[in-house]
């Protein structure tokens, strides 16, 4: 399988409006290029503008449970699968929900047909999250994200033992890794662990040439299946 890279735009001002345009059109040639899966984690104001210009996944950093009908300002499934949404993140660390919360929105954002990629802050809440049949899982340890500290290195046996947990649960889950992610060992070192791909933002929305820290990252994922 090739592996993905789903890169999280966040709200950082380098990744938001005519930048975000720039920066999925990057991402865009370095998928082309290197054969590996980009995923888009796109701000909703910016959804339909990235999945009408460029071909790559795009995915919404969150979604509620609603149902279209009498809500405001929620941000739906079913608007965001309009848009042109392949899929939906849910559950951030820095934007956490309850479980409750995220099994509903698993449940709506499917029963549309966007796929799930669920965030956990730990392998127990992983495993608790993992009953909810998401598509993905990425485990990343909070104190890790945005730094220079990539989880794979600081706690390689977390995500081993993630991957064997969740598994045990679904063999259909896909576990993710991320937090920190940076250099190409990073990336190589989560296939090697056992997942299928990581998540990443800081290293690529902030790097001052982003094709080459994309493009880095891209060819460790691919070292990493050898
Ligand atoms: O969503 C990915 C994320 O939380 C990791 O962020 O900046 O550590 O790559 P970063």
């Known amino acids: 399988m090739q592996p993905f890279l789903f ?7 380098e990744a938001t ?6 920066l999925a059109r990057i991402a865009q040639a370095v998928s082309r290029k290197t054969g590996v899966k980009i995923v888009l984690v796109v701000q909703a104001v910016d959804l339909r503008l990235i999945s009408k210009g460029v071909s790559l996944p795009v995915f919404a950093q969150h979604a509620d449970h609603e149902k279209p009908g009498a809500s405001t300002g929620r941000i ?6 309009d848009a042109g949404c392949r899929g939906v993140v849910l559950n951030h660390a820095e934007n956490k929900r309850g479980n409750g919360f995220v099994e509903k929105a698993i449940a709506e954002s499917k029963a ?3 796929q799930v990629l669920v965030c956990a ?8 999250l993992a009953r909810f049949a998401p598509d993905f899982i990425a485990v990343e340890p909070p104190e890790l994200i945005g ?50 791909g990581i998540f990443v ?3 690529v929305v902030l790097a001052k040439n982003r094709a080459k820290a994309l493009s880095v990252l891209a060819v460790g994922l691919k070292e990493g299946l050898h």
């Open 17 to 22: 409006g005519k930048n975000a345009v720039k």
């Open 121 to 128: 802050e730990s392998e127990a809440r992983a495993v608790e």
């Open 147 to 196: 730094g220079n500290v990539s989880v794979s290195t600081a706690k390689p046996g977390l995500i081993v033992s993630s991957v064997k947990k969740i598994g045990e649960i679904s063999g259909k889950i896909k576990i993710i890794t991320g937090a920190g992610v940076k250099s190409g060992e990073d990336a190589r070192l989560a296939v090697k662990l056992g997942t299928v």
């Open 7 to 13: 890169l999280n735009f966040k709200t950082y001002k």
């Open 112 to 114: 549309v047909g966007l």
């Open 76 to 81: 739906l499934p079913f608007a965001l699968k």
């Open 201 to 203: 933002a800081s290293g």
